[in-house]
């Protein structure tokens, strides 16, 4: 009996010893590590620290860090699994998870001119060489769970916002050979989960997306919306000059293969396909303001000269309707036009190859062109091509007078009567001049030349109009070849497209 005793308080000792053992070393390495962040991050204020040396986990909790533009607040940062051998031995730091709880992170940029501490604090590493890195550092998994970002200007005005998202990160690893490239840590993989987040465009527009998912591979968005935060009428009130005005919506946007990096100094991105689903984009343009007199740049020349290297293999959009709306006058409804059903793809939509032979970019798309008309589009151009080489055909099959009159009317203050049963056109040039032709088939064509009100028929204009009208034609194939656009550089690609099937239009009807 006195035997078992013995034991019994033997191990009731033990116990206590390690007791005793541990709260000596919590203690004496949260002293420690206080002294240590004191020391590397006096900027960073906490509410408590605990360590558990036996379980091999640290806790910090209410965190309030502000370093240059970056405040970050957590409620809980938790630290497990510190391989103490290599700390030891190595002064490596090896930890199997770093969870933050609730963290919210605001940047605010700085005003021009000034800059921030942050900068000066890298650029002082930078200068005096303390930047390099003589350990290594290795965590398993890096989790941030419902954590929210805020990017604010210089004047406190939001311009990216993120109510919530969950991290991870794993297998991270940093050494003295990854600390000097351009991203300075390895990984195996990621994943970021993001609700309602809001980014303003420019002055005028604003996006806002329901949910974003990234993993290292695929990407995919729902719920994207890019509005004006104006109406039409007051849109016009916040521009000196025409300005289109966007409303869109996309239900889905999936991104397959996706790679991100750097190609020398440049920030690169590549996939393997975007898919684009159920689209609603809405433009409105108010032609009584002051003529934007700016060159606009060819598609081509954009790419050429995007800020990063950009690779998709292929681009598809789905279940697609586009209206373009042009006021003209006061006093008139806009004119518009529809394409509905659009369906179609883009190849080779690259600003960079590692070929020989530099690809070229294109545009297969299917619509139905005022609701009514099938129209097929074959686009093609090269990004490489300094003069913005481009080659652009179509057809369209049968389009009634009283669709037309959708956009005559109020563009071309003229109604039309009968029908186009076939158009096709063909056009190549560059940034400058196009050439090609328009082939028009027609029956019962008439044109009612309006008043300056719009809403009555000039008799005497009219009956000169059509003196000159061609009222039925096969094709015009015979007399619509060989035509030569120059281009007006102000305006958009689109514009060019137009005058060039205006031209062959007058020509053939006339």
């Given at each position: 009996?006195?035997?078992?005793?013995?034991?019994?308080?033997?191990?009731?000792?033990?116990?206590?010893?390690?007791?005793?053992?541990?709260?000596?070393?919590?203690?004496?390495?949260?002293?420690?590590?206080?002294?240590?962040?004191?020391?590397?991050?006096?900027?960073?204020?906490?509410?408590?620290l605990?360590?558990?040396?036996?379980?091999?986990?640290?806790?910090?909790?209410?965190?309030?860090?502000?370093?240059?533009?970056?405040?970050?607040q957590?409620?809980?940062?938790?630290?497990?699994?510190?391989?103490?051998?290599?700390?030891?031995?190595?002064?490596?730091?090896?930890?199997?998870?770093?969870?933050?709880?609730?963290?919210?992170?605001?940047?605010?940029?700085?005003?021009?001119?000034?800059?921030?501490?942050?900068?000066?604090?890298?650029?002082?590493?930078?200068?005096s060489?303390?930047?390099?890195?003589?350990?290594?550092?290795?965590?398993?998994?890096?989790?941030?769970?419902?954590?929210?970002?805020?990017?604010?200007?210089?004047t406190?005005?939001?311009?990216?916002?993120?109510?919530?998202?969950?991290?991870?990160l794993?297998?991270?690893?940093?050494?003295?050979?990854?600390?000097?490239e351009?991203?300075?840590?390895?990984?195996?993989?990621?994943?970021?989960?993001?609700?309602?987040?809001?980014?303003?465009?420019?002055?005028?527009?604003?996006?806002?997306?329901?949910?974003?998912?990234?993993?290292?591979?695929?990407?995919?968005?729902?719920?994207l919306?890019?509005?004006?935060?104006?109406?039409?009428?007051?849109?016009?009130?916040?521009?000196?000059?025409?300005?289109?005005?966007?409303?869109?919506?996309?239900?889905?946007?999936?991104?397959?293969?996706?790679?991100?990096?750097?190609?020398?100094?440049?920030?690169?991105?590549?996939?393997?396909?975007?898919?684009?689903?159920?689209?609603?984009?809405?433009?409105?343009?108010?032609?009584?303001?002051?003529?934007?007199?700016?060159?606009?740049?060819?598609?081509?020349?954009?790419?050429?000269?995007?800020?990063?290297?950009?690779?998709?293999?292929?681009?598809?959009?789905?279940?697609?309707?586009?209206?373009?709306?042009?006021?003209?006058?006061?006093?008139?409804?806009?004119?518009?036009?529809?394409?509905?059903?659009?369906?179609?793809?883009?190849?080779?939509?690259?600003?960079?190859?590692?070929?020989?032979?530099?690809?070229?970019?294109?545009?297969?798309?299917?619509?139905?062109?005022?609701?009514?008309?099938?129209?097929?589009?074959?686009?093609?151009?090269?990004?490489?091509?300094?003069?913005?080489?481009?080659?652009?055909?179509?057809n369209?099959?049968?389009?009634?007078?009283?669709?037309?009159?959708?956009?005559?009317?109020?563009?071309?203050?003229?109604?039309?009567?009968?029908?186009?049963?076939?158009?096709?056109?063909?056009?190549?040039g560059?940034?400058?001049k196009?050439?090609?032709?328009?082939?028009?088939?027609?029956?019962?064509?008439?044109?009612?030349?309006?008043?300056?009100?719009?809403?009555?028929?000039?008799?005497?204009?009219?009956t000169?109009?059509?003196i000159?009208?061609?009222?039925?034609?096969?094709?015009?194939?015979?007399?619509?070849?060989?035509?030569?656009?120059?281009?007006?550089?102000?305006?958009?690609?689109?514009?060019?497209?137009?005058?060039?099937?205006?031209?062959?239009?007058?020509?053939?009807?006339?």
């Amino acid at each position: 009996m006195k035997r078992k005793t013995k034991v019994v308080i033997s191990i009731f000792a033990v116990l206590i010893l390690f007791f005793v053992i541990g709260l000596f070393l919590n203690s004496f390495v949260e002293k420690k590590a206080v002294n240590l962040l004191e020391k590397q991050l006096p900027e960073l204020q906490f509410e408590d620290l605990q360590v558990q040396v036996f379980k091999n986990a640290a806790e910090l909790t209410k965190i309030d860090l502000t370093r240059g533009e970056v405040n970050i607040q957590s409620e809980r940062l938790k630290v497990s699994g510190l391989d103490y051998w290599k700390f030891l031995t190595k002064k490596n730091i090896d930890l199997n998870q770093i969870e933050i709880n609730d963290p919210e992170v605001v940047y605010q940029t700085k005003s021009s001119g000034k800059k921030s501490s942050l900068n000066t604090s890298s650029d002082n590493k930078s200068s005096s060489g303390s930047g390099k890195l003589n350990k290594k550092i290795s965590v398993k998994e890096i989790v941030l769970n419902h954590a929210k970002f805020t990017l604010l200007d210089s004047t406190s005005e939001e311009k990216i916002k993120v109510k919530t998202f969950d991290f991870q990160l794993h297998d991270l690893k940093i050494d003295s050979t990854s600390v000097s490239e351009k991203i300075p840590f390895n990984f195996s993989d990621f994943a970021l989960k993001a609700d309602s987040v809001f980014l303003k465009v420019d002055e005028r527009h604003v996006m806002k997306v329901v949910s974003i998912e990234i993993h290292e591979k695929n990407s995919a968005l729902k719920g994207l919306k890019l509005e004006s935060i104006y109406s039409k009428q007051e849109f016009q009130k916040h521009t000196r000059v025409e300005k289109d005005r966007y409303d869109l919506r996309i239900d889905s946007i999936a991104i397959a293969s996706q790679d991100f990096g750097f190609q020398n100094d440049s920030v690169k991105f590549q996939s393997s396909k975007f898919l684009i689903d159920n689209v609603d984009f809405q433009i409105y343009r108010d032609k009584m303001q002051p003529k934007d007199n700016s060159v606009k740049p060819m598609y081509s020349e954009m790419l050429r000269k995007l800020p990063f290297l950009l690779k998709i293999d292929t681009l598809e959009v789905e279940n697609t309707r586009i209206v373009y709306e042009e006021r003209m006058k006061a006093d008139r409804q806009p004119g518009k036009v529809v394409f509905a059903n659009v369906n179609g793809e883009i190849f080779n939509l690259t600003n960079y190859s590692n070929k020989a032979q530099f690809p070229s970019t294109r545009v297969v798309a299917a619509a139905d062109f005022m609701n009514e008309a099938s129209l097929q589009l074959n686009w093609s151009f090269k990004v490489n091509n300094l003069s913005d080489w481009f080659n652009i055909s179509g057809n369209m099959s049968s389009l009634s007078a009283k669709n037309m009159n959708g956009f005559l009317k109020p563009a071309m203050n003229v109604k039309a009567e009968g029908e186009i049963t076939n158009m096709d056109f063909d056009f190549s040039g560059n940034r400058n001049k196009a050439t090609g032709g328009v082939n028009i088939a027609y029956k019962d064509f008439k044109i009612e030349v309006l008043k300056n009100d719009g809403t009555e028929k000039s008799g005497f204009l009219t009956t000169v109009a059509n003196i000159f009208v061609k009222h039925n034609g096969e094709s015009g194939r015979n007399v619509n070849e060989g035509l030569e656009i120059t281009r007006d550089k102000t305006k958009s690609f689109w514009n060019y497209l137009w005058s060039c099937i205006k031209k062959g239009a007058l020509k053939t009807f006339v």
